[in-house]
């Protein structure tokens, strides 16, 4: 009975065990499912992206394609329409033959052979004209067809060239793998050889060795004196140490034998590495010299497509400039013969002027429609108002003219005034926008532009008697491209702008003068950082070195930069070309015109690597050394009313460069150190090279520090010290060089 109910206690003991694990199963099973799922969708979005990308170059051959069915079109329709030139002369002679048959008198005669005279001229010319037309389209085609079968050719044996070169690539490789396997198979047969060879030798030996201990063993048998048993015993050790040398020696060659064979396998496989090397470094240098062949193809082909397209665009606009002269003469007719008219009617009353009235609002955000617009506007005064002459606003990423940054996007614009109708009738009046706008008449909706779109355009109509109506013109924009035309056209005129001399709105106010607070920034002649930059210096570990190695040298580039905001990039800086990726350095130097208010001031750098700025020749922020975007501070105390040269000096040496100098203090909060407070005025080029004594005495010192840390640290480590420690070597180098140029200077 108690081994049953032990039995029992275990079964239900499992069962609970089995109960426990299963959530832990479940776990595991779920964490596996999530992974491969994981894993599917990976390889999905990869054949997708391949998908994609052969899609890409489909649709890129198949439009190469329709350009090569366009120009065979052309072609073919030039052809057609000499032809039916040829048809039409043709046609022409014999309808003058047939009338020279029919006159049978003297003048009819004279008068028939002038006009064959004339007709046959006439065809001369016809055809000359014809036979040139037909040349110059051959000569045409035949260059693209010689240029297209070039290019093809050249394809063809680029790929040849590639099949050759691998062919006999693997056929290289194929007979150095044979040699190689045949060269490791000698080598282990000869290994075996001499193997069995040294075996049967030390076989031999010992064999010997016991022949010669049995025959001891036997005289001293045959022995019966104790001086021969004696002897025996004496010869039987010798035998025996004969033995254990010989079997010594045995063991010893073949192990001298095994360390060859290894020394030997060691060297063929360095041997093959480096092959498989120089066989890598090849197959680069052709795959460089190919890309760089095509790179050529490709800039070619773009050269020619752009000399297209500049021909094309010098027709447009030649054909563009003799419209508008057209134009401009059918404008002065209309304006000479109603120019009383307008004389009588243009007389303008008191607080009217000629344009529209142009109202702005700026923040205007997440606006769909106008009506959202305008229920975000009520109730508050527009930003921005002024005259306008006509509403023709070109599609623009930036801001229109009279507005700025903040009119980019998120803006309500609205255009009033009082447009002049010069007689009866119907007229039609349309907008092009990006994005929403409509057009209102005596408060009537007439164009109905509305919507987030492109430019777009619209047209409404409606019938104005003559005299003055109330106009008005809403706009939005939200995000992108912003851009407005507005047009007309009614009796007796054309589709056209709507101009001044159309248009009358009451003047803007006149904003009210204030005085500025001593806190604004006065503007100054030569706003901006005298930037300078050097390039191909190397080794660099700390500002000192970098100004002892540019002491002696002229600048690489000069630029004007209105601030000091370069985010961290692996590329160049704005400005910059590819020499100033790694290893160079600049030099910022200008003068803090503007001091708001006396106080202590907080001087900021963050950058990679190492930077420095000065105040007055008194270092301030200390951001040097090899490091990532580091941010240091330091505080200084200024003197309103007072100008401060102020410098900052900069190294990049390897991977990510950037450099951003941010001020503040009494009313002013943290900022950049733009061209508002900073002026390069009387900055000349011997000024902004020369290093005062206390730049160099402070690069000195940070020099010096960089040194007695490395001396630390290498004494901390039990390593040798300055002599052996590279890093603090060049920091005392760079040190001497800066002193011997303080001296130089002074």
Not at 153 to 180: C, D, G, I, L, Y
Not at 331 to 348: L, M, Y
Not at 564 to 570: A, D, L, P
Request: glycine share 8%; with cysteine.
């Amino acid at each position: 009975m108690v081994k049953q109910d032990i039995g029992v206690l275990n079964e239900k003991r499992k069962n609970a065990a089995k109960f426990q694990s299963a959530p832990e199963k479940e776990r595991s099973q779920k964490e596996h499912a999530n992974k491969d799922i994981a894993r599917v969708k990976r390889e999905t979005a990869r054949i997708k992206a391949k998908l994609e990308k052969a899609q890409k170059a489909a649709e890129v051959d198949k439009k190469k394609e329709l350009e090569v069915k366009k120009k065979e079109k052309e072609l073919t329709d030039k052809r057609e329409k000499t032809k039916k030139q040829e048809e039409r002369n043709q046609k022409a002679v014999k309808a003058a033959k047939e009338k020279t048959e029919k006159t049978k008198n003297e003048k009819d005669f004279k008068k028939r052979v002038e006009v064959e005279a004339k007709a046959k001229v006439k065809r001369d010319e016809i055809v000359a004209k014809a036979k040139k037309k037909l040349e110059l389209t051959g000569k045409k085609r035949k260059a693209d067809e010689l240029k297209s079968k070039e290019l093809k050719n050249k394809e063809q044996a680029q790929k040849v060239k590639k099949e050759k070169e691998t062919k006999k690539e693997k056929s290289e490789k194929e007979k150095q793998q044979k040699e190689s396997g045949a060269k490791a198979k000698a080598r282990a047969v000869a290994a075996e050889k001499e193997r069995k060879r040294v075996a049967e030798l030390g076989a031999k030996k010992i064999e010997k060795a016991k022949k010669t201990a049995e025959k001891d063993m036997k005289r001293i048998a045959a022995a019966k004196s104790e001086k021969q048993a004696k002897a025996a015993k004496v010869i039987e050790v010798a035998a025996k140490k004969k033995l254990e040398e010989a079997k010594d020696k045995a063991e010893r060659k073949v192990k001298e034998k095994a360390a060859e064979k290894k020394r030997k396998e060691k060297s063929a496989k360095e041997e093959k590495k480096m092959k498989e090397l120089r066989t890598k470094e090849v197959k680069k240098k052709k795959a460089v010299a190919e890309r760089l062949g095509k790179e050529k193809i490709a800039a070619e082909r773009k050269s020619k497509e752009k000399e297209k397209e500049r021909k094309a665009e010098e027709k447009k606009a030649k054909a563009n400039e003799k419209s508008s002269k057209i134009t401009k003469k059918k404008e002065k007719t209309f304006k000479h013969g109603q120019g009383i008219q307008r004389k009588r009617e243009s007389k303008i009353p008191k607080g009217l002027t000629r344009g529209f009235k142009a109202a702005f609002w700026a923040r205007s955000n997440n606006c769909n429609h106008l009506s959202h617009c305008r229920g975000k506007i009520r109730n508050r005064k527009a930003g921005k108002v002024f005259t306008v002459s006509q509403v023709n606003y070109r599609s623009t990423g930036g801001h229109w003219s009279g507005l700025d940054s903040s009119y980019r996007d998120h803006f309500f614009a609205r255009f009033t005034g009082w447009v002049v109708a010069r007689s009866n009738g119907h007229y039609t009046f349309t907008t092009t926008s990006d994005d929403g706008s409509q057009v209102y008449l005596d408060n009537k909706l007439v164009v109905n532009n509305d919507g987030l779109h492109g430019m777009r355009t619209r047209h409404g109509k409606i019938h104005l008697h003559k005299g003055r109506h109330r106009i008005r013109i809403d706009f939005f924009e939200r995000g992108g491209g912003a851009g407005l035309h507005v047009y007309w056209s009614g009796p007796g005129f054309g589709r056209r702008l709507i101009k001044s001399s159309d248009v009358q709105s009451t003047k803007p106010p006149k904003l009210p003068k204030t005085r500025r607070r001593r806190a604004t920034v006065t503007k100054h002649k030569r706003p901006g950082w005298k930037a300078m930059f050097w390039h191909g210096v190397h080794g660099l570990h700390n500002i000192g070195q970098a100004i002892s190695k540019i002491s002696n040298r002229a600048p690489s580039k000069i630029l004007i930069a209105q601030k000091i905001n370069y985010g961290s990039t692996g590329g160049y800086w704005h400005g910059l070309n590819n020499h100033y990726r790694d290893n160079w350095v600049a030099r910022f130097k200008g003068y803090l015109h503007h001091v708001p208010k006396t106080g202590t001031y907080t001087f900021e750098t963050i950058s990679d690597d190492g930077s420095v700025l000065y105040v007055n020749g008194q270092r301030v922020v200390n951001n040097d050394g090899l490091h990532g975007m580091r941010t240091r501070r330091g505080n200084i105390r200024l003197t309103e009313g007072k100008k401060y040269p102020i410098v900052v000096d900069f190294f990049e040496r390897g991977g990510g460069a950037g450099c951003i100098v941010k001020w503040q203090g009494p009313e002013v909060s943290k900022r950049l150190l733009t061209g508002s407070y900073i002026t390069h005025e009387n900055v000349k080029m011997e000024s902004a090279l020369s290093f005062s004594r206390d730049e160099l005495k402070a690069e000195v010192l940070s020099a010096a520090e960089s040194a007695e840390e490395d001396m630390d640290e290498s004494s901390t480590a039990g390593q040798v010290v300055l002599k052996d420690s590279p890093d603090a070597g060049l920091a005392l180098d760079s040190a001497g060089s800066v002193l011997d140029a303080a001296t130089k200077q002074k």
